[in-house]
């Protein structure tokens, strides 16, 4: 199963995956405790870095790994 991020319980949810993979939980872990694959949990999320990225600006690869931390295992 995809995950696509369409309405408030999606926001809900992909807030979720990015507070978990911020602590250091695996997208791969995550997606199997929600039932959908670590693909469309690692598309979502990357979707919302490179929008963070092109609404706020450059950051540096240290500010990526800081926000981001998952971004550096893939």
Do not use: H
Not at 14 to 24: H, M, P, S
């Amino acid at each position: 199963m995809a995950f696509n991020a369409c309405g408030r319980r999606d926001d809900e949810r992909l807030l979720d995956i990015l507070r978990r993979a911020r602590n250091g939980e695996s997208l791969g872990q995550i997606a199997v405790s929600l039932g959908v694959t670590k693909e469309s949990v690692r598309v979502a999320a990357r979707r919302v870095a490179v929008a963070d990225l092109a609404e706020s600006g450059e950051m540096t690869p240290a500010e990526m790994r800081a926000e981001y931390p998952w971004r550096a295992a893939q």
